[in-house]
């Protein structure tokens, strides 16, 4: 059997080495040796635009009053040299392939958000779009003014992206089967009427908001909802199954092939408003098996791949160049059915649910599965140190934010302590669940650390005498539709998210408000807390409500918080590129990729 196995790893491996030949056909910086070199500290990052910020101003006022911004730039293609060789991106998964950005999105390579978000200060900046104001009405209702970018291109010779195109992008979002975890922030901005998105001209629109949302700004301008902008023109010709597979955006590089679950191929364009690449292709190519992406990487094959700290004392030995992201992610657990009482998947003979979810016993085994914990160990062993035990959740955490209470600590590892507590809720012989270890790489939640570390919790429950069931599984799609589902009842799983949002914004989507798509648990507290910062122009009030969640949150056991983890990315010799917080992706921030000369 091991040899079939070797040889099955051989073929593998033969099969990719062709590919990646063809990948390499133009020249690249990337020598066929990977030298020692010393973990590489996070560069200084360029900024989308200039660093100045255009701030969103929200006019509390009971009469309309009109905030004028600094005017900026008219988009000018940006001239290089004609950009040479090819970037060898190496992925585990593309997820489903249909480049639609309301069902998955695309790789952020091909596309672009409407506003920027500086790296450093953190602050709002223009994109796509270059002013933007609010302003509060009488009856409550506030109105959103955004100027476009003068010049910007789509690919493929479909024209200038117009303000037609962006209300067409957003009503995309009204369609059945619009599963972008950002779906229902983008319909409550323009309150589910196409007519509250009025056109003024071909540069300037206006959204007629029905209500106060101060989280439009970070969950649909900067991140993920609307980072892909298209063509009305070339959807409406060619239809949504076409496009699908050809898609055309605006970003600095445009679809050129793609192999389902082998290869996507990717071309930089010429002339671009914003950056144009040094290379002239990016091969982003599926290698499911993380260490065969490691051998890929050691034989000078690849450029850039995610790292999971399983793998990094390989690394290490074999003297690939490593780069990390510190902090940038939270890895922690979900109890899932932890929905409202009144859906009708809400299961209470599920231990941890019960009739009440903030009953004492099913608060107790919460608490119990929290105790069994070990987290330093965790942090020491599986992340070889990159990152730090941590009891708060990732959505309420960023790094000297005023929403990040210190006091939070981790809970401690006590497992004596939590035999006692589930004898106490009546589960002293223990009890069967399910676990998913999702598969990294399977969606854009699904860290490369995550199956370690779940693996590991499951192992801590044995201890105490609970019964895990381990399902390996993908994020995307099956464990992405059961939460759209409500359907996760009786079901543990580990997810990684960022640590750089607001939680009235990336909290309240993701853990919380029962009203958005796809999120990991909900409450009656929740909805209200969440209701209250989104509805909230006074940011100290805001923060107040936030403090009060993650309280809330870390009270009752709600998640299964365990740390703060680095993201660790393995690079050629001869490339360099820097992620962000925002833009962790392998597949992001590659126009700004440069050759380092060696």
């Given at each position: 059997?091991?040899?079939?196995?070797?040889?099955?790893?051989?073929?593998?491996?033969?099969?990719?080495?062709?590919?990646?030949?063809?990948?390499?056909a133009?020249?690249?910086?990337?020598?066929?040796?990977?030298?020692t070199?010393?973990?590489?500290?996070?560069?200084t990052?360029?900024?989308?635009?200039?660093?100045?910020?255009?701030?969103?101003?929200?006019?509390?006022t009971?009469?309309?009053?009109?905030?004028?911004?600094?005017?900026?730039?008219?988009?000018?293609a940006?001239?290089?040299?004609?950009?040479?060789?090819t970037?060898?991106?190496?992925?585990?998964?593309?997820?489903?392939?249909?480049?639609i950005?309301r069902?998955?999105?695309?790789?952020?390579?091909?596309?672009?958000?409407?506003l920027?978000?500086?790296?450093?200060?953190?602050?709002?900046v223009?994109?796509?779009?270059?002013?933007?104001?609010?302003?509060l009405k009488?009856?409550?209702?506030?109105?959103?003014?955004?100027?476009?970018?003068?010049?910007?291109?789509?690919?493929?010779?479909?024209g200038?992206?117009?303000?037609?195109?962006?209300?067409?992008?957003?009503t995309?979002?009204?369609?059945?089967?619009?599963?972008?975890?950002?779906?229902?922030?983008?319909?409550?901005?323009?309150?589910?009427?196409?007519?509250?998105?009025?056109?003024?001209?071909?540069?300037?629109?206006?959204?007629?908001?029905?209500?106060?949302?101060?989280?439009i700004?970070?969950?649909?301008?900067?991140?993920?909802?609307?980072?892909?902008?298209?063509s009305?023109?070339y959807?409406?010709?060619?239809?949504?199954?076409?496009?699908?597979?050809d898609?055309?955006?605006?970003?600095?590089?445009?679809?050129v092939?793609?192999k389902?679950?082998?290869?996507?191929?990717?071309?930089?364009?010429?002339e671009?408003?914003?950056?144009?690449?040094?290379?002239?292709?990016?091969n982003i190519l599926?290698v499911?098996e993380e260490?065969?992406r490691?051998?890929?990487?050691?034989?000078?094959?690849g450029?850039?791949?995610?790292l999971s700290?399983?793998?990094?004392?390989?690394?290490?030995?074999?003297?690939?160049r490593?780069?990390?992201?510190?902090?940038?992610?939270?890895?922690?657990?979900f109890?899932?059915?932890?929905w409202?009482?009144?859906?009708?998947t809400y299961?209470?003979?599920?231990p941890w649910?019960?009739?009440?979810?903030?009953?004492?016993?099913?608060?107790?085994?919460?608490?119990?599965?929290?105790?069994?914990?070990d987290?330093?160990?965790?942090?020491?062993?599986?992340l070889?140190?990159?990152?730090?035990?941590?009891?708060?959740?990732?959505?309420?955490?960023?790094?000297g934010?005023?929403?990040?209470n210190?006091?939070?600590k981790?809970?401690?590892?006590?497992?004596?302590?939590?035999?006692?507590?589930?004898?106490?809720?009546?589960?002293?012989?223990?009890?069967?669940?399910?676990?998913?270890?999702?598969?990294?790489?399977?969606?854009?939640?699904?860290?490369p650390?995550e199956?370690?570390?779940?693996?590991?919790?499951?192992?801590?429950?044995?201890?105490?005498?609970?019964?895990?069931?381990r399902?390996?599984?993908?994020?995307?799609?099956?464990?992405?539709?059961?939460?759209?589902?409500?359907?996760?009842?009786?079901?543990?799983?580990?997810?990684?998210?960022p640590?750089?949002?607001?939680?009235?914004g990336q909290?309240?989507?993701?853990?919380?408000?029962?009203?958005?798509?796809?999120?990991h648990g909900?409450?009656?507290?929740?909805d209200?807390?969440?209701?209250?910062?989104?509805?909230?122009?006074?940011?100290?009030?805001?923060?107040?409500?936030?403090?009060?969640?993650g309280?809330w949150?870390?009270?009752n056991?709600?998640?299964?918080?365990?740390?703060?983890?680095?993201?660790?990315f393995?690079?050629?010799p001869?490339?360099?590129?820097?992620?962000?917080?925002?833009?962790?992706?392998?597949?992001?921030?590659?126009?700004?990729?440069?050759?380092?000369?060696?």
């Open positions: 059997m091991g040899s079939v196995l070797r040889l099955g790893m051989m073929f593998l491996l033969l099969s990719l080495f062709t590919l990646l030949a063809c990948a390499r133009a020249p690249t910086a990337t020598p066929t040796k990977a030298p070199v010393a973990p590489v500290a996070t560069a990052t360029a900024p989308v635009v200039a660093a100045t910020s255009t701030p969103v101003r929200i006019i509390a009971p009469t309309p009053a009109a905030v004028a911004t600094a005017p900026r730039p008219t988009a000018t940006v001239a290089k040299p004609k950009p040479s060789g970037i060898v991106v190496l992925v585990p998964s593309l997820g489903t392939e249909r480049w950005v069902e998955q999105g695309a790789p952020p390579a091909m596309v672009e958000a409407l920027g978000l500086d790296p450093v200060t953190k602050a709002t223009p994109n796509l779009v270059t002013e933007w104001k609010t302003e009488p009856d409550g209702k506030v109105d959103w003014t955004l100027k476009l970018r003068k010049g910007v291109q789509f690919h493929k010779g479909w200038e992206m117009t303000a037609e195109d962006i209300k067409f992008s957003l995309e979002y009204l369609k059945p089967g619009s599963l972008n975890a950002r779906t229902s922030a983008v319909l409550d901005w323009f309150g589910k009427d196409p007519k509250n998105i009025e056109i003024l001209n071909d540069y300037e629109f206006v959204v007629h908001s029905p209500k106060v949302i101060v989280t700004e970070e969950l649909v301008l900067v991140r993920s909802a609307v980072s892909g902008i298209f009305k023109k959807m409406e010709k060619v239809g949504e199954d076409v496009f699908a597979r898609p055309v955006f605006t970003g600095p590089f445009e679809f092939e793609g389902r679950a082998q290869s996507l191929k990717l071309r930089a364009l010429g671009h408003w914003r950056q144009v690449s040094e290379f002239a292709e990016v599926v499911p260490s065969s490691v051998a890929v990487m050691r034989t000078g094959k450029d850039l791949m995610d700290h399983s793998l990094l004392k390989e690394a290490r030995a074999a003297g690939l490593l780069t990390q992201l510190k902090l940038s992610n939270a890895t922690e657990g109890f899932g059915g932890m409202l009482k009144s859906r009708p299961d209470p003979t599920i649910v019960g009739q009440d979810i903030l009953d004492p016993k099913p608060t107790m085994v919460r608490q119990a599965m929290n105790l069994a914990i987290r330093q160990t965790i942090v020491e062993r599986l070889l140190g990159e990152g730090e035990a941590s009891n708060s959740a990732g959505f309420a955490y960023t790094p934010a005023a929403w990040t210190p006091s939070w981790p809970y401690a590892y006590d497992p004596k302590k939590a035999k006692e507590l589930l004898a106490q809720s009546g589960y002293s012989s223990g009890f069967e669940f399910g676990v998913w270890l999702l598969r990294p790489g399977t969606g854009q939640s699904a860290g650390y199956y370690d570390v779940t693996e590991a919790m499951a192992s801590y429950w044995e201890a105490i005498g609970l019964k895990p069931n399902v390996p599984i993908e994020y995307r799609p099956s464990v992405r539709q059961k939460l759209i589902d409500r359907a996760t009842g009786g079901w543990v799983y580990m997810l990684g998210n640590t750089d949002a607001a939680p009235w909290y309240c989507t993701l853990l919380g408000a029962s009203t958005t798509t796809i999120h909900e409450h009656p507290f929740i209200d807390a969440c209701g209250k910062m989104i509805g909230e122009l006074d940011f100290k009030k805001r923060v107040a409500t936030a403090l009060e969640l309280d949150i870390n009270r056991y709600f998640m299964l918080p365990i740390g703060f983890v680095n993201r660790i393995v690079l050629s001869g490339l360099d590129w820097s992620p962000t917080a925002l833009d962790s992706s392998v597949t992001s921030r590659l126009e700004y990729a440069k050759r380092t000369g060696k």
